[in-house]
């Protein structure tokens, strides 16, 4: 192995100071955008936020079944990872504009149409007191382990990488539990009489392939350059290509579960979801995504060679980050749409833009603090062995 | 054209896994083009040391799935559309969503089917008789020796120096193989 001390290089800090001033520029367009159309403003607001908050958790999530489960491949990406699960912090700063547009964005404010049970749920202050409990499980779990493995570094201590692990564990169902709800409050309530049960896992999915496509993209960059580029083989992009895939097909599998269950029960409270993202161009929204979210990744990832040239998978997983936003796009912005015909506001691309360019700065800028590999951990070198 | 016994080829016992990878990267170096490895446990890298090239066996699978695809849609196309037409709930005799799951298990195991009986196909299986037995240290190679096997077909064979070459690996013993 060589003598390397793995500190993050110059070209971080200049992309953390890119992503920042791209992100301040378009957040500062859409905040003058935002006096003449607030509504438009705060619905493009949740687009961004649930986006770059799905990517934190979904690293987060991901570092921890690295933990439970060990291997090179998570090895390399741990940092990443790490700080990506740090940006929680920027995320819930991020929320408190959201916890006024409200009004905006969510029609059971108005508590029309609703029975006294949804109501006792769907209420400001409760919806707000939830996000807050649901961010600060997130904060506490992602400084726990952050806290963990930068001691790790250190004090070659080798209980630590025991306590990771055993927290880990409780740590995934706790983040499948919280954001099954969260997901149920951010995105489901924004049509308050349609529910599906599945709903939960199929943003829990989502948010671990836009993870892994992102983690792919950031070391496919972090790899062309040294030091990582002495490490980085094949052998760990072939891995991350096949978990590429698994979350490509969970996705896949979570979302027909869902439409073959409203298909077959057809019932009038929860076919009208579909209907609604049928119609009016959504269709074609729909049809892209079950080409591109999942047919063409699908049958491309097959490919070993695909999943071992890193310039291939890199442009691939990137793609993925667009085709995930697509989605997200479908799930939610037809509840929008009154007349229910697809439309597409300038806001609604550069509200997420703006919001990923701050994201992307405290990601960077977390990434510079830490060498890029976890120093302290016992199985490293197996990891960095060469094929 | 010689008399006495046919030659299928030289053999030589290892007695580590990574003895047996050295040696197969060393023969192919050396020009031998027909060799191959008998080993008790999987070895990353073996099968392209050894010179493994893709065979068709892919292509048998996808056609075979994508028969399993077309058969069983349309196999509930016909019954449901055509043949045994029947309202259930008022949903189109076409009920797609429907028809997928099913879709999707006859794709698997005609696929899987495909593969298997390509597999057997395309290696020649089940072979009652294959002269590697003949090596008289071969049942090893199922416990913990390690074999690679320089078949007379390769263009480079010549029995004696094929012997000297692979002794030079410094393996654990070399043999001839009777054909």
């Not at chain 2, 069983?72 to 028809?99: C, D, K, M, T």
Request: proline share 5%; hydrophobic share 50%; with cysteine.
């Amino acid at each position: 192995m060589p003598s390397l001390t793995y500190v993050p290089g110059e070209e971080i800090r200049r992309m953390q100071w890119r992503a920042f001033w791209v992100g301040a520029i378009a957040m500062a367009i859409c905040i003058v955008g935002a006096f003449f159309s607030r509504v438009q403003f705060f619905q493009s607001y949740l687009l961004g936020f649930l986006y770059w908050t799905g990517m934190g958790l979904g690293c987060m999530a991901i570092m921890m079944l690295h933990h439970l489960t060990s291997g090179a491949w998570g090895m390399v990406i741990r940092r990443p990872l790490e700080s990506a699960s740090r940006t929680i912090a920027l995320m819930a700063l991020l929320f408190i504009p959201l916890a006024f547009g409200v009004p905006s964005i969510y029609s059971w404010v108005n508590r029309t149409g609703l029975s006294q049970e949804q109501l006792q749920y769907l209420n400001v202050p409760f919806f707000l007191i939830r996000s807050a409990v649901y961010f600060a499980v997130w904060l506490l779990l992602a400084f726990r382990f952050s806290s963990w493995s930068q001691r790790q570094d250190t004090d070659n201590d080798a209980s630590l990488i025991r306590k990771m692990r055993l927290l880990s564990g409780p740590g995934l169902v706790i983040y499948s539990l919280t954001m099954s709800l969260a997901s149920v409050d951010w995105i489901m309530s924004l049509e308050p009489r349609w529910y599906s049960t599945i709903f939960g896992l199929l943003v829990i999915g989502g948010q671990l392939l836009s993870a892994m496509a992102f983690a792919i993209v950031i070391l496919v960059l972090l790899a062309s350059r040294q030091p990582l580029s002495e490490i980085v083989g094949p052998r760990h992009l072939h891995d991350l290509g096949k978990l590429l895939l698994t979350f490509v097909m969970i996705w896949a599998y979570l979302s027909f579960s869902q439409l073959l269950l409203i298909w077959a029960g057809n019932l009038t409270h929860e076919i009208p979801w579909y209907l609604r993202r049928w119609h009016g161009g959504w269709m074609w929204v729909g049809l892209a995504l079950i080409l591109f979210h999942f047919f063409i990744p699908f049958f491309l990832l097959l490919s070993q060679d695909l999943k071992r040239n890193a310039k291939a998978l890199g442009l691939l997983a990137a793609f993925m980050l667009v085709v995930r936003a697509l989605d997200l796009y479908w799930v939610t912005v037809p509840e929008f749409s009154p007349a229910g015909v697809f439309h597409l506001h300038w806001m609604n691309i550069l509200v997420p833009i703006g919001i990923g360019g701050l994201w992307l700065a405290v990601f960077a800028w977390q990434l510079r603090l830490r060498p890029l590999l976890p120093l302290g951990d016992p199985q490293l070198h197996q990891a960095l062995e060469h094929e | 054209m010689s008399q006495q016994k046919k030659i299928y080829g030289v053999m030589a016992e290892f007695e580590e896994a990574g003895e047996l990878l050295v040696a197969a990267h060393k023969a192919r170096e050396a020009g031998f083009t027909r060799l191959d490895a008998y080993s008790p446990l999987p070895i990353e890298g073996l099968s392209e040391a050894v010179g493994f090239e893709s065979t068709r066996l892919p292509l048998i699978v996808l056609i075979g799935g994508i028969v399993g695809a077309i058969g069983g849609f349309a196999l509930q196309y016909y019954i449901h559309v055509i043949e045994y037409p029947q309202n259930i709930g008022g949903r189109p005799f076409n009920s797609w969503p429907s028809f997928v799951p099913i879709t999707f298990e006859t794709t698997v195991l005609c696929a899987a089917l495909a593969a298997v009986l390509g597999m057997l196909a395309l290696n020649g299986l089940p072979s009652p008789y294959h002269p590697v037995f003949n090596a008289p240290r071969f049942k090893l190679a199922s416990r913990h020796r390690f074999f690679l096997c320089i078949k007379a077909r390769d263009p480079k064979f010549d029995l004696e120096e094929t012997k000297e070459f692979l002794l030079g690996l410094e393996p654990h013993e070399v043999c001839e193989i009777e054909d």
